[in-house]
């Protein structure tokens, strides 16, 4: 993974302006691309959808994005016509603020549902905001936190892809080097670099399309091929994470590339070595947001294979994450693999229970339609001692695999949500 940099011709910051009730807390981002950029968005598929949800529907594709705002601590969802016309008038602020058009700002909220946003507020951030935008790291970190809700950290990836002169790729380099605005325009070699933010602690399922979540590069894309490129990423990285089965009204992921590592939109081989690496940032921050489940002690992996088809083996994954009983059991320790092979078997897809495998973080726990003669207490332990959990089911019906992230269910998570608006 690559240090923590933006892409060239962006910058960004996250500032404090009132929204949330914990004093000097950073509630509105502010990402600005120097240049207009391709923009393509992936939606929650919740019929209630918030206000700015329905904004960057109906402003994305396009390729003449300029920025992104964001706010926490209010979700401008079910707020009927004002609620649209305090999205519209935040772009509207944003886009005056930067010297664009408003029509060339998308727009973020997440937080409490049903409440009006304050505006005064957010006006005055949007401009301390403009004021102070940088591409520092320090400016990175506070973007990511600015869209924080009930996250316990902040949640960034980085990566980067360098080409030679005839678009090959040469692999992921772990930095950008100093003169990194220079090597875009070089004749032997350009180097394009993806940058993630995302938030998303709770209110998470599977097929929305994720919690919050900002990717930008310098790449040089065609609209068409960044929004498959998009959809095909989300299916199989933030669809495939769900903590809690709740869909929330304002997932939202966009991606914006700028172009300003210079050359013809990729294609080929170029393309492919980009979609690798975007693959990875988004990877990386669907598993930062499964790991910092509210409340999780644990971080549960479910990988599925041997099915007829990967939406069988999805819908397995997806059964089992979402089994209270084997979230309550990996919270306590305990190897209760009677849970995991249930929650199979009532996910709906056919199979046959006797060639049916189960392993626990590597120990073979089920096996030839009976239990193994595993130790338990070494079983717990694994469990106990290590943050990371991964079930594994082998199925015997066909190629097909899938993984799906999770995490268990403690008591923290019920005091998180039961005092959350209150």
Known sequence: MAALSLPRGYRCTGVACGIKSQVGALDL??????????????YTTNLVQAAPVLWDRQHTPTS???????????????????????????AELTAQAIGAQTDEVLVLSTGIIGHYLPMDRIAGGIRQAAEQLGQAETDLLAAARGIMTTDTRPKLACRTVRLDRNGTSQGSWQRVPPDASSVGQSSLEREILITGMAKGAGMIAPRLATMLAVIVTDAPLDPAAAQDLLGETVEETFNCVTIDGHMSTNDTVLFLANGAAGGEPLSGSAFQAFRAEFRRVCEDLAKAIAADGEGATHLITVQVRGCQTRQDARRIARTVAESLLVKTAIAGADPNWGRIISAAGYAGCPFDPARLVLRLNGFLLFADGQPTDFNPQEVSRSLRENRDTLIELELAEGQAEATVWTTDLTTEYVHINADYHT
């Open 29 to 42: 981002t502010l990402v600005v691309s120097d240049r207009a950029a391709v923009a393509v968005g992936a």
């Open 64 to 90: 003449r994005a300029r920025a992104v705002v964001a706010n926490s601590g209010n979700a401008n969802a079910c707020t009927g016509p004002r609620g649209l016309e305090d999205c519209r008038r935040m």
